[in-house]
């Protein structure tokens, strides 16, 4: 059974670090891309950052140079280290995987099959 479980949100200042953490079962991790998307209040959801199984890496323009994805493939851990954190990002963060090759390193959301519940992270000025 495909799970994910996120962990690690909470609330900082602006520039302050956030790393988030998604438990996956040892099937996911090793066969599956990765994503981490979040959705604010109001907004569509929106594509944080991707790794393919090869340990290729993508992000949003507006997270390049602060947040950093990464997995232990020993623990079966999805991270997203958060640096330099801004009010706009401000949202529920989710963990996401899909077998799909053609999704790999995609950002786009309706690609992913699987879904954690989520994490919050509030980003205060």
């Known amino acids: 059974q495909v799970q994910l479980v996120e962990s690690g949100g909470g609330s900082v200042q602006t520039g302050g670090s956030l790393t988030l953490s998604c438990a996956t079962s040892?099937?996911?991790?090793?066969?599956?891309?990765m994503g981490w998307f979040r959705q604010a209040p109001g907004k569509e959801r929106e594509g944080v950052a991707a790794?393919?199984?090869?340990?290729?890496?993508s992000y949003a323009d507006s997270v390049k140079g602060r947040f950093t994805i990464s997995q232990d493939n020993a623990k079966n851990t999805l991270y997203l280290q958060m640096n330099s954190l801004k009010p706009e990002d401000t949202a529920r963060y989710y963990c996401?995987?899909?077998?799909?090759?053609?999704?790999?390193?995609?950002?786009?959301?309706?690609?992913?099959?699987?879904w954690g519940q989520g994490t919050q992270v509030t980003v205060s000025s």
């Open positions: 790794l393919t199984s090869d340990g290729l890496t």
């Open positions: 996401a995987a899909t077998r799909n090759m053609l999704a790999a390193g995609s950002l786009n959301f309706n690609w992913y099959n699987y």
């Open positions: 040892g099937y996911i991790s090793r066969r599956y891309s």
